[in-house]
Protein backbone atom coordinates (compact mmCIF):
# COMPACT_ATOMS: atom_id res chain seq x y z
CA UNK A 1 0.00 0.00 0.00
CA UNK A 2 2.74 2.20 0.71
CA UNK A 3 4.32 1.76 -2.59
CA UNK A 4 0.84 2.23 -4.85
CA UNK A 5 0.69 5.71 -2.67
CA UNK A 6 4.28 6.72 -3.56
CA UNK A 7 3.25 6.35 -7.22
CA UNK A 8 0.23 7.98 -7.17
CA UNK A 9 2.33 11.16 -5.65
CA UNK A 10 5.07 10.76 -7.99
CA UNK A 11 5.31 13.66 -11.07
CA UNK A 12 7.03 11.07 -13.08
CA UNK A 13 4.41 10.26 -15.10
CA UNK A 14 5.68 7.28 -16.60
CA UNK A 15 6.12 5.90 -12.80
CA UNK A 16 2.40 6.43 -12.79
CA UNK A 17 1.92 4.37 -15.38
CA UNK A 18 4.22 1.57 -14.19
CA UNK A 19 1.67 1.36 -11.84
CA UNK A 20 -1.43 1.21 -13.33
CA UNK A 21 -0.46 -1.70 -16.20
CA UNK A 22 1.24 -4.87 -15.38
CA UNK A 23 4.15 -6.32 -17.56
CA UNK A 24 1.45 -7.85 -19.94
CA UNK A 25 0.37 -4.91 -20.58
CA UNK A 26 -3.41 -5.38 -18.74
CA UNK A 27 -5.23 -3.48 -15.91
CA UNK A 28 -4.80 -6.49 -13.35
CA UNK A 29 -2.83 -3.58 -10.50
CA UNK A 30 -6.57 -2.12 -11.01
CA UNK A 31 -9.50 -3.79 -9.09
CA UNK A 32 -12.02 -1.58 -10.79
CA UNK A 33 -12.15 -0.36 -14.71
CA UNK A 34 -10.55 3.40 -15.58
CA UNK A 35 -14.43 4.49 -15.64
CA UNK A 36 -15.34 3.38 -12.32
CA UNK A 37 -11.55 4.43 -10.54
CA UNK A 38 -12.20 6.28 -7.38
CA UNK A 39 -12.76 10.00 -8.14
CA UNK A 40 -11.27 10.44 -4.95
CA UNK A 41 -7.57 9.26 -6.16
CA UNK A 42 -7.91 11.48 -9.25
CA UNK A 43 -8.88 14.27 -7.15
CA UNK A 44 -6.31 13.96 -4.45
CA UNK A 45 -3.65 13.18 -8.14
CA UNK A 46 -4.94 16.28 -9.63
CA UNK A 47 -3.40 18.68 -6.56
CA UNK A 48 0.30 17.23 -7.76
CA UNK A 49 -0.06 17.53 -11.34
CA UNK A 50 -1.36 19.32 -14.07
CA UNK A 51 -1.07 16.41 -16.22
CA UNK A 52 -4.34 15.17 -17.38
CA UNK A 53 -5.03 11.51 -17.53
CA UNK A 54 -7.11 10.32 -20.43
CA UNK A 55 -8.35 6.86 -20.95
CA UNK A 56 -10.14 6.32 -24.68
CA UNK A 57 -11.86 3.86 -26.39
CA UNK A 58 -10.73 2.40 -29.33
CA UNK A 59 -13.56 4.72 -30.95
CA UNK A 60 -11.39 7.69 -30.32
CA UNK A 61 -14.17 8.47 -27.33
CA UNK A 62 -13.53 9.81 -24.39
CA UNK A 63 -14.19 8.01 -21.44
CA UNK A 64 -12.10 9.54 -18.50
CA UNK A 65 -10.12 12.22 -17.92
CA UNK A 66 -8.94 13.98 -14.67
CA UNK A 67 -10.33 16.95 -13.03
CA UNK A 68 -6.72 18.76 -14.06
CA UNK A 69 -8.41 18.92 -17.20
CA UNK A 70 -10.20 22.19 -16.21
CA UNK A 71 -6.91 24.05 -15.65
CA UNK A 72 -5.19 23.37 -18.99
CA UNK A 73 -8.02 23.48 -21.23
CA UNK A 74 -10.87 25.48 -19.55
CA UNK A 75 -13.47 22.00 -19.81
CA UNK A 76 -15.01 20.25 -17.12
CA UNK A 77 -14.75 16.54 -16.83
CA UNK A 78 -18.11 15.81 -17.74
CA UNK A 79 -17.76 18.01 -21.20
CA UNK A 80 -14.72 16.16 -21.96
CA UNK A 81 -16.46 12.83 -21.49
CA UNK A 82 -18.97 13.45 -24.34
CA UNK A 83 -16.53 14.51 -26.61
CA UNK A 84 -14.27 13.01 -29.60
CA UNK A 85 -10.96 13.24 -30.13
CA UNK A 86 -11.46 15.10 -33.08
CA UNK A 87 -13.33 17.40 -31.43
CA UNK A 88 -10.45 18.51 -29.35
CA UNK A 89 -7.92 18.19 -32.26
CA UNK A 90 -6.95 20.60 -35.21
CA UNK A 91 -6.81 19.38 -38.35
CA UNK A 92 -2.82 18.62 -38.76
CA UNK A 93 -2.83 17.66 -35.26
CA UNK A 94 -5.46 15.02 -35.71
CA UNK A 95 -4.08 13.55 -38.88
CA UNK A 96 -0.97 12.83 -36.52
CA UNK A 97 -2.92 11.13 -33.96
CA UNK A 98 -5.02 9.09 -36.78
CA UNK A 99 -1.56 8.19 -38.51
CA UNK A 100 0.19 6.63 -34.87
CA UNK A 101 -3.38 5.12 -34.25
CA UNK A 102 -3.68 3.11 -37.37
CA UNK A 103 -0.19 2.41 -36.57
CA UNK A 104 -1.37 0.59 -33.41
CA UNK A 105 -3.94 -1.12 -34.69
CA UNK A 106 -1.94 -3.00 -37.26
CA UNK A 107 1.21 -3.15 -34.07
CA UNK A 108 -1.88 -5.46 -32.21
CA UNK A 109 -1.99 -7.90 -34.95
CA UNK A 110 1.49 -8.73 -34.96
CA UNK A 111 2.78 -7.80 -31.63
CA UNK A 112 2.31 -8.40 -28.06
CA UNK A 113 1.30 -5.07 -25.66
CA UNK A 114 4.81 -5.63 -24.04
CA UNK A 115 6.07 -5.20 -27.04
CA UNK A 116 4.31 -2.34 -28.70
CA UNK A 117 5.06 -0.23 -25.71
CA UNK A 118 4.39 3.44 -25.21
CA UNK A 119 4.14 6.10 -27.87
CA UNK A 120 4.96 9.67 -27.65
CA UNK A 121 3.37 12.22 -29.67
CA UNK A 122 3.38 16.08 -30.01
CA UNK A 123 0.24 17.74 -30.72
CA UNK A 124 -1.85 21.21 -30.65
CA UNK A 125 -4.70 21.03 -28.29
CA UNK A 126 -8.00 23.24 -28.53
CA UNK A 127 -9.19 24.47 -25.56
CA UNK A 128 -12.58 25.40 -24.61
CA UNK A 129 -11.54 28.84 -26.03
CA UNK A 130 -10.08 27.94 -29.59
CA UNK A 131 -6.37 28.94 -27.91
CA UNK A 132 -3.69 26.06 -29.37
CA UNK A 133 -2.18 24.46 -25.92
CA UNK A 134 0.89 22.94 -27.56
CA UNK A 135 1.51 19.25 -26.00
CA UNK A 136 3.50 16.14 -24.98
CA UNK A 137 1.17 13.32 -24.84
CA UNK A 138 2.06 9.81 -23.94
CA UNK A 139 -0.06 6.84 -24.99
CA UNK A 140 -0.24 3.30 -23.94
CA UNK A 141 -2.55 0.67 -25.69
CA UNK A 142 -3.82 -1.74 -22.73
CA UNK A 143 -6.68 -4.75 -22.34
CA UNK A 144 -9.63 -4.54 -20.48
CA UNK A 145 -9.99 -8.22 -19.42
CA UNK A 146 -13.30 -8.22 -18.47
CA UNK A 147 -15.18 -6.61 -21.25
CA UNK A 148 -12.63 -8.12 -23.52
CA UNK A 149 -11.54 -4.98 -25.37
CA UNK A 150 -8.64 -2.60 -25.77
CA UNK A 151 -7.98 0.90 -24.26
CA UNK A 152 -5.82 3.86 -24.78
CA UNK A 153 -3.96 5.27 -21.64
CA UNK A 154 -2.40 8.67 -21.84
CA UNK A 155 -1.20 11.41 -20.00
CA UNK A 156 -1.32 15.04 -21.36
CA UNK A 157 1.62 17.66 -20.56
CA UNK A 158 1.06 21.37 -21.64
CA UNK A 159 4.24 22.05 -23.37
CA UNK A 160 3.23 25.84 -24.84
CA UNK A 161 5.89 27.65 -23.15
CA UNK A 162 8.43 25.06 -24.12
CA UNK A 163 7.46 25.27 -27.53
CA UNK A 164 7.20 28.59 -27.91
CA UNK A 165 10.75 29.06 -26.13
CA UNK A 166 11.69 26.59 -28.93
CA UNK A 167 10.33 28.31 -31.63
CA UNK A 168 11.93 31.46 -30.68
CA UNK A 169 15.47 29.67 -30.41
CA UNK A 170 14.64 28.16 -33.82
CA UNK A 171 13.86 31.61 -35.20
CA UNK A 172 16.68 32.82 -33.49
CA UNK A 173 19.05 29.94 -34.94
CA UNK A 174 17.32 30.87 -38.66
CA UNK A 175 18.25 34.45 -38.43
CA UNK A 176 21.43 34.02 -37.16
CA UNK A 177 22.10 31.26 -40.13
CA UNK A 178 20.56 34.13 -42.95
CA UNK A 179 23.00 36.45 -41.20
CA UNK A 180 26.25 34.49 -41.45
CA UNK A 181 24.98 32.78 -44.78
CA UNK A 182 24.65 36.48 -46.36
CA UNK A 183 28.00 37.72 -44.57
CA UNK A 184 30.79 39.03 -47.27
CA UNK A 185 33.46 37.37 -44.26
CA UNK A 186 34.43 33.55 -43.95
CA UNK A 187 32.89 32.13 -40.99
CA UNK A 188 34.11 29.00 -39.24
CA UNK A 189 33.18 27.03 -36.28
CA UNK A 190 35.61 24.20 -35.17
CA UNK A 191 36.01 21.76 -32.03
CA UNK A 192 37.97 19.12 -30.74
CA UNK A 193 41.71 17.87 -31.30
CA UNK A 194 42.34 17.80 -34.15
CA UNK A 195 39.75 20.11 -35.35
CA UNK A 196 36.49 18.70 -36.86
CA UNK A 197 34.62 21.66 -39.05
CA UNK A 198 31.44 21.62 -37.98
CA UNK A 199 30.10 25.14 -39.58
CA UNK A 200 31.27 27.05 -42.17
CA UNK A 201 29.74 29.43 -44.59
CA UNK A 202 29.67 30.00 -48.59
CA UNK A 203 32.25 33.34 -48.21
CA UNK A 204 34.77 30.90 -46.54
CA UNK A 205 34.13 27.76 -49.00
CA UNK A 206 34.59 31.00 -51.74
CA UNK A 207 37.55 32.91 -50.13
CA UNK A 208 39.51 29.24 -50.11
CA UNK A 209 38.15 28.03 -53.44
CA UNK A 210 36.16 25.07 -52.84
CA UNK A 211 32.93 23.63 -52.37
CA UNK A 212 31.10 23.17 -49.58
CA UNK A 213 30.78 19.40 -50.30
CA UNK A 214 34.94 19.39 -50.86
CA UNK A 215 35.39 20.84 -47.41
CA UNK A 216 32.55 18.98 -45.19
CA UNK A 217 34.54 15.91 -46.56
CA UNK A 218 38.26 17.59 -45.26
CA UNK A 219 40.89 14.97 -43.46
CA UNK A 220 42.84 16.17 -40.50
CA UNK A 221 45.76 16.45 -42.93
CA UNK A 222 43.74 18.41 -45.79
CA UNK A 223 42.38 21.26 -42.85
CA UNK A 224 46.25 21.71 -41.68
CA UNK A 225 47.09 22.24 -45.71
CA UNK A 226 44.93 25.12 -45.59
CA UNK A 227 47.09 27.26 -43.93
CA UNK A 228 50.88 28.19 -45.21
CA UNK A 229 53.61 25.72 -43.78
CA UNK A 230 54.96 28.63 -41.79
CA UNK A 231 52.20 29.55 -40.35
CA UNK A 232 50.44 26.68 -39.29
CA UNK A 233 52.24 25.65 -35.84
CA UNK A 234 51.23 29.36 -34.71
CA UNK A 235 48.05 29.04 -36.03
CA UNK A 236 46.93 25.59 -34.61
CA UNK A 237 48.68 26.22 -31.46
CA UNK A 238 46.41 29.03 -31.07
CA UNK A 239 43.04 26.78 -32.06
CA UNK A 240 44.51 24.55 -29.08
CA UNK A 241 45.12 26.97 -26.58
CA UNK A 242 41.83 28.23 -26.60
CA UNK A 243 39.89 25.30 -26.60
CA UNK A 244 41.72 24.63 -22.99
CA UNK A 245 40.70 28.14 -22.18
CA UNK A 246 44.09 29.84 -22.33
CA UNK A 247 44.51 33.29 -23.40
CA UNK A 248 45.20 34.27 -27.13
CA UNK A 249 45.17 37.51 -29.42
CA UNK A 250 41.03 38.27 -30.12
CA UNK A 251 42.69 38.92 -34.00
CA UNK A 252 45.61 37.76 -35.94
CA UNK A 253 47.23 37.87 -39.59
CA UNK A 254 47.90 34.32 -41.68
CA UNK A 255 48.24 33.16 -44.60
CA UNK A 256 45.37 30.90 -46.48
CA UNK A 257 46.26 28.46 -49.49
CA UNK A 258 43.56 28.50 -52.23
CA UNK A 259 42.20 25.40 -53.97
CA UNK A 260 44.40 26.92 -56.78
CA UNK A 261 47.59 27.46 -54.45
CA UNK A 262 47.57 31.14 -54.38
CA UNK A 263 47.94 32.40 -51.18
CA UNK A 264 46.16 34.83 -49.43
CA UNK A 265 46.37 37.13 -46.54
CA UNK A 266 43.80 36.70 -43.93
CA UNK A 267 42.99 37.96 -40.86
CA UNK A 268 41.22 36.48 -37.98
CA UNK A 269 39.02 37.18 -35.57
CA UNK A 270 38.61 34.26 -33.29
CA UNK A 271 36.60 33.55 -30.07
CA UNK A 272 35.23 30.80 -27.57
CA UNK A 273 31.99 29.78 -27.95
CA UNK A 274 29.63 26.64 -26.97
CA UNK A 275 28.27 24.72 -30.42
CA UNK A 276 25.78 22.12 -30.01
CA UNK A 277 27.06 21.73 -26.25
CA UNK A 278 30.44 21.47 -26.59
CA UNK A 279 33.42 24.10 -26.81
CA UNK A 280 34.08 25.36 -29.79
CA UNK A 281 36.11 28.01 -31.51
CA UNK A 282 34.60 30.41 -33.71
CA UNK A 283 36.24 32.58 -36.65
CA UNK A 284 35.85 34.98 -38.54
CA UNK A 285 37.91 35.28 -41.59
CA UNK A 286 39.02 38.45 -43.42
CA UNK A 287 41.20 38.29 -47.23
CA UNK A 288 43.28 41.23 -46.71
CA UNK A 289 45.10 40.48 -49.46
CA UNK A 290 44.41 43.39 -52.01
CA UNK A 291 44.32 45.99 -48.92
CA UNK A 292 48.00 44.37 -48.21
CA UNK A 293 49.33 44.84 -51.17
CA UNK A 294 47.51 48.49 -51.48
CA UNK A 295 49.13 49.55 -48.30
CA UNK A 296 52.34 48.23 -49.73
CA UNK A 297 51.46 50.81 -53.02
CA UNK A 298 50.78 52.92 -50.96
CA UNK A 299 54.17 53.17 -48.67
CA UNK A 300 55.83 52.92 -51.68
CA UNK A 301 54.30 55.78 -53.44
CA UNK A 302 54.66 57.56 -50.04
CA UNK A 303 58.30 56.86 -49.98
CA UNK A 304 58.98 58.27 -53.92
CA UNK A 305 56.79 61.23 -52.94
CA UNK A 306 59.05 61.52 -49.42
CA UNK A 307 61.83 61.36 -51.90
CA UNK A 308 60.44 63.86 -54.44
CA UNK A 309 60.12 66.57 -51.55
CA UNK A 310 63.52 66.37 -50.24
CA UNK A 311 65.26 66.28 -53.86
CA UNK A 312 63.24 69.64 -54.34
CA UNK A 313 64.04 71.27 -50.92
CA UNK A 314 67.90 70.45 -51.73
CA UNK A 315 67.08 71.86 -54.93
CA UNK A 316 66.09 75.05 -53.08
CA UNK A 317 68.77 75.28 -50.85
CA UNK A 318 71.48 74.68 -53.50
CA UNK A 319 70.14 77.81 -55.41
CA UNK A 320 70.40 79.70 -51.98
CA UNK A 321 74.15 78.64 -51.82
CA UNK A 322 74.99 79.68 -55.09
CA UNK A 323 73.94 83.18 -54.50
CA UNK A 324 76.58 83.17 -51.28
CA UNK A 325 79.27 80.91 -51.61
CA UNK A 326 80.47 81.64 -48.67
CA UNK A 327 77.67 79.91 -46.92
CA UNK A 328 77.79 76.58 -48.93
CA UNK A 329 76.64 73.74 -47.16
CA UNK A 330 75.67 75.64 -44.20
CA UNK A 331 71.88 74.48 -44.57
CA UNK A 332 72.98 70.94 -44.79
CA UNK A 333 75.06 70.92 -42.09
CA UNK A 334 72.48 72.86 -39.82
CA UNK A 335 69.63 70.06 -41.01
CA UNK A 336 71.91 66.99 -39.69
CA UNK A 337 72.78 68.71 -36.50
CA UNK A 338 69.20 69.65 -35.93
CA UNK A 339 68.34 66.08 -37.19
CA UNK A 340 70.78 64.60 -34.36
CA UNK A 341 69.36 67.25 -31.40
CA UNK A 342 65.80 66.16 -32.27
CA UNK A 343 66.83 62.31 -31.92
CA UNK A 344 68.71 62.81 -28.44
CA UNK A 345 65.48 64.62 -27.20
CA UNK A 346 63.58 62.15 -28.82
CA UNK A 347 60.99 63.97 -30.99
CA UNK A 348 58.47 61.38 -33.02
CA UNK A 349 60.30 60.29 -36.41
CA UNK A 350 57.13 62.73 -38.28
CA UNK A 351 58.71 65.44 -36.10
CA UNK A 352 62.13 65.12 -37.00
CA UNK A 353 61.85 64.32 -40.51
CA UNK A 354 59.50 68.40 -40.63
CA UNK A 355 62.38 69.84 -38.91
CA UNK A 356 65.61 68.14 -40.83
CA UNK A 357 63.35 69.90 -44.46
CA UNK A 358 62.77 73.06 -42.49
CA UNK A 359 66.50 73.48 -41.87
CA UNK A 360 67.51 72.65 -45.42
CA UNK A 361 65.81 76.07 -46.37
CA UNK A 362 65.97 77.39 -43.54
CA UNK A 363 67.89 80.50 -44.84
CA UNK A 364 65.94 80.83 -48.36
CA UNK A 365 64.58 84.16 -47.44
CA UNK A 366 68.05 85.38 -47.96
CA UNK A 367 67.08 85.18 -51.63
CA UNK A 368 65.87 88.63 -51.31
CA UNK A 369 68.58 90.25 -49.52
CA UNK A 370 71.73 91.62 -52.17
CA UNK A 371 74.34 89.66 -52.49
CA UNK A 372 77.08 92.17 -51.78
CA UNK A 373 75.42 92.07 -48.28
CA UNK A 374 75.56 88.81 -48.08
CA UNK A 375 79.48 88.73 -48.56
CA UNK A 376 80.62 91.38 -47.48
CA UNK A 377 83.79 91.07 -45.72
CA UNK A 378 83.01 94.09 -43.12
CA UNK A 379 80.42 94.18 -39.99
CA UNK A 380 77.28 95.20 -41.36
CA UNK A 381 75.73 98.57 -40.27
CA UNK A 382 72.18 98.41 -38.63
CA UNK A 383 70.14 99.22 -42.23
CA UNK A 384 71.63 96.40 -43.52
CA UNK A 385 71.17 94.31 -41.04
CA UNK A 386 67.99 95.83 -40.90
CA UNK A 387 67.46 93.71 -44.71
CA UNK A 388 68.92 90.63 -43.42
CA UNK A 389 66.74 90.62 -40.91
CA UNK A 390 63.60 90.17 -43.04
CA UNK A 391 64.40 86.68 -44.45
CA UNK A 392 62.64 84.38 -42.09
CA UNK A 393 59.30 85.68 -43.67
CA UNK A 394 60.28 86.25 -47.02
CA UNK A 395 61.38 82.16 -46.40
CA UNK A 396 58.00 82.02 -44.55
CA UNK A 397 55.84 83.83 -47.51
CA UNK A 398 57.92 81.64 -50.10
CA UNK A 399 57.40 78.05 -48.48
CA UNK A 400 53.84 78.78 -46.93
CA UNK A 401 52.02 78.19 -50.40
CA UNK A 402 53.58 74.26 -50.45
CA UNK A 403 51.57 71.82 -48.90
CA UNK A 404 54.50 69.97 -47.05
CA UNK A 405 53.72 67.41 -44.41
CA UNK A 406 54.71 69.60 -41.64
CA UNK A 407 54.81 72.62 -40.63
CA UNK A 408 58.25 73.74 -42.70
CA UNK A 409 57.02 77.41 -43.37
CA UNK A 410 56.39 77.53 -38.94
CA UNK A 411 59.53 76.77 -37.98
CA UNK A 412 61.46 78.85 -41.05
CA UNK A 413 59.94 81.91 -39.78
CA UNK A 414 60.71 81.14 -35.97
CA UNK A 415 64.08 80.00 -36.09
CA UNK A 416 65.05 83.29 -34.82
CA UNK A 417 63.22 83.68 -32.05
CA UNK A 418 64.73 83.73 -28.38
CA UNK A 419 62.88 82.37 -25.50
CA UNK A 420 63.27 86.01 -23.51
CA UNK A 421 61.53 88.19 -26.96
CA UNK A 422 64.57 89.99 -27.96
CA UNK A 423 64.19 87.79 -31.26
CA UNK A 424 62.64 88.26 -34.72
CA UNK A 425 60.79 88.79 -36.69
CA UNK A 426 57.72 88.45 -34.00
CA UNK A 427 59.42 88.88 -31.12
CA UNK A 428 57.55 85.75 -29.19
CA UNK A 429 58.61 84.29 -25.74
CA UNK A 430 58.93 80.70 -24.73
CA UNK A 431 56.46 78.40 -25.46
CA UNK A 432 54.78 80.15 -28.39
CA UNK A 433 58.26 79.30 -29.85
CA UNK A 434 57.79 75.68 -31.66
CA UNK A 435 60.18 72.96 -30.20
CA UNK A 436 61.81 72.74 -33.96
CA UNK A 437 62.29 76.52 -34.29
CA UNK A 438 64.08 75.94 -31.01
CA UNK A 439 66.17 73.12 -32.17
CA UNK A 440 66.70 74.71 -35.18
CA UNK A 441 68.01 78.43 -33.95
CA UNK A 442 70.90 76.51 -31.84
CA UNK A 443 72.04 74.36 -34.30
CA UNK A 444 72.21 77.70 -36.67
CA UNK A 445 74.32 79.08 -34.25
CA UNK A 446 76.66 76.54 -33.53
CA UNK A 447 77.72 75.71 -37.24
CA UNK A 448 78.19 79.20 -38.31
CA UNK A 449 80.28 80.06 -35.28
CA UNK A 450 82.46 76.68 -36.41
CA UNK A 451 82.54 78.43 -40.36
CA UNK A 452 84.47 80.40 -42.17
CA UNK A 453 83.43 84.34 -42.96
CA UNK A 454 84.49 86.71 -44.93
CA UNK A 455 84.06 89.15 -41.68
CA UNK A 456 86.00 86.47 -39.28
CA UNK A 457 87.41 83.16 -39.55
CA UNK A 458 85.93 80.49 -37.79
CA UNK A 459 85.69 79.74 -34.10
CA UNK A 460 86.26 76.84 -32.28
CA UNK A 461 83.76 74.12 -31.41
CA UNK A 462 84.39 74.85 -27.67
CA UNK A 463 83.68 78.29 -28.35
CA UNK A 464 80.55 77.94 -29.94
CA UNK A 465 79.50 75.50 -27.01
CA UNK A 466 80.05 78.04 -24.64
CA UNK A 467 78.17 80.28 -26.18
CA UNK A 468 75.17 78.66 -26.44
CA UNK A 469 75.76 77.42 -22.92
CA UNK A 470 75.92 81.31 -21.70
CA UNK A 471 72.74 82.22 -23.53
CA UNK A 472 71.04 79.00 -22.16
CA UNK A 473 67.52 80.60 -20.21
CA UNK A 474 67.92 83.35 -22.33
CA UNK A 475 67.89 82.97 -25.92
CA UNK A 476 68.10 79.69 -26.18
CA UNK A 477 66.30 76.62 -24.64
CA UNK A 478 68.15 75.17 -21.97
CA UNK A 479 67.10 71.41 -23.15
CA UNK A 480 67.89 72.15 -26.58
CA UNK A 481 71.31 73.57 -25.39
CA UNK A 482 72.16 70.70 -22.75
CA UNK A 483 71.27 67.68 -26.09
CA UNK A 484 73.41 69.83 -28.41
CA UNK A 485 76.33 69.77 -25.93
CA UNK A 486 75.85 65.84 -24.79
CA UNK A 487 75.73 65.18 -28.48
CA UNK A 488 79.75 66.95 -29.28
CA UNK A 489 81.16 65.98 -25.67
CA UNK A 490 79.75 62.41 -25.27
CA UNK A 491 78.26 61.47 -28.45
CA UNK A 492 80.89 62.36 -30.44
CA UNK A 493 78.90 63.91 -33.24
CA UNK A 494 81.04 66.29 -35.93
CA UNK A 495 79.47 68.11 -38.90
CA UNK A 496 79.11 66.09 -42.40
Known amino acids: MAEKKKNLLSHDFTQFHRFIFDRTGKLKSLKKRPSQLSD ?118 DTTERHLSRLKIMESEKKYRNLVEQLPLGLLIAQGLPPTLCFFNYAFTKMLGYSAQEIGKFTTEQIQNLIHPEDRNMFFARYKNRLEGKKEPLSYNVRAIRKDGTIRSVDVFANNIMFQGKPSVQAVFMDVTEVKKAEVQLKQSYE ?55 ALVHDIGKMCVPSDILSRPSVLNEKEFALVKVHPEVGYD ?74 KRIHFDPDVVDACCRLFTEKKFSFP
Open 398 to 471: ILKPINFPWPVAEIVVQHHEHIDGSGYPKGLKGKKIRLESKILGVADVVEAMCSHRPYRPAHTLSAALEEIVQR
Open 304 to 358: QLQRTIEETVSAMARIVEMRDPYTSGHQRKVAELSKAIAKEMKLSPPRIRGLYMA
Open 40 to 157: LHFQFLSMFMTDIFIVLNMNLNFEYVTPSVERVLGYSTEEVKGKKLKDLLPRDSLKRALRVYREVLRSTREKTLLEFGSRTLELEILDKKGKTIWSEVKLNLVADPKKKKFLILGVVR
